[in-house]
């Protein structure tokens, strides 16, 4: 089933400029993790942060999760042409499988 | 290593036929492991996960099957296709719970 929604849709924005990506979710989680989507590729893990967490660093990646609104955010710095994809958060809870947004479309132009 | 090898990465099948789906796994023994598929401009969607050798656990009734013959091999199957069965197909693993999930390349299925 699908939990998270991620906002916006869609994302373009020069290179050296940040880009934030927001996901909101309905039930309750165990960690929510972001993953990155290449055009027609599987996807890659980027970070993973718990339900017990509120911030959590990973090279240019700055990814926040506020329970009691049940949101999370992905910043990336600095971004680079390179970081064009689709951005994908997805959620945990007891089960073992994790719930997936529709996803958001960064651009990133040279 | 964690790698996951799908293929074929592309194909395309007519309406009626059947459909198998080969994941292979390489990395720790008794991993978990799942098939998902993505529709066009959607998100994931799951559609079968496995925590064992002929351990399958559906999330969607619908004209698919899966199959785990072998500790680090899972199969999606069809017997006969439709054409909502079209999609990018997704393999995954993962070592537990609250762990990241690893996945393979994908398959593009076109049915027509």
């Known amino acids: 089933s699908q939990q998270g929604e991620e906002d916006p849709q869609a994302l373009s924005i020069q290179e050296g400029e940040n880009a934030t990506m927001n996901c909101s979710y309905k039930?309750?989680?165990?960690?929510l993790q972001w993953y990155r989507q290449n055009s027609g590729r599987g996807l890659v893990h980027l970070i993973l942060?718990?339900?017990?967490?509120r911030e959590k660093h990973s090279g240019r990646l700055r990814v926040t999760l506020d329970t009691s609104k049940k949101s999370s955010s992905l910043l990336i710095t600095a971004s680079r042409a390179a970081d064009t994809a689709s951005y994908f958060c997805?959620?945990?809870?007891?089960?073992?499988?994790?719930?997936f947004g529709k996803g958001t479309s960064l651009l990133v132009t040279p | 290593s964690q790698t996951i090898h799908q293929w074929p990465a592309t194909l395309v099948q007519p309406v009626g036929s059947p459909l198998s789906l080969e994941c292979t796994v390489e990395?720790?023994?008794?991993?978990?492991l799942y098939w998902y598929r993505q529709a066009a401009g959607r998100g994931l969607q799951l559609l079968f996960y496995?925590?064992?050798?002929?351990?399958i656990s559906s999330e969607v009734p619908q004209n698919l099957s899966a199959s785990r013959p072998q500790d680090r091999q899972f199969i999606l199957s069809s017997k006969k296709l439709l054409l909502s069965d079209s999609g990018f197909y997704l393999c995954?693993?993962?070592?537990?719970?609250?762990?990241?999930?690893?996945f393979g390349s994908g398959t593009r299925l076109t049915v027509v």
């Open positions: 039930t309750s989680i165990n960690n």
């Open positions: 995954a693993r993962t070592s537990g719970q609250g762990i990241g999930y690893t």
């Open positions: 997805a959620t945990s809870n007891s089960g073992y499988a994790l719930n």
């Open positions: 942060i718990r339900s017990n967490e």
């Open positions: 496995s925590v064992g050798i002929g351990q």
């Open positions: 990395g720790t023994s008794n991993p978990n």
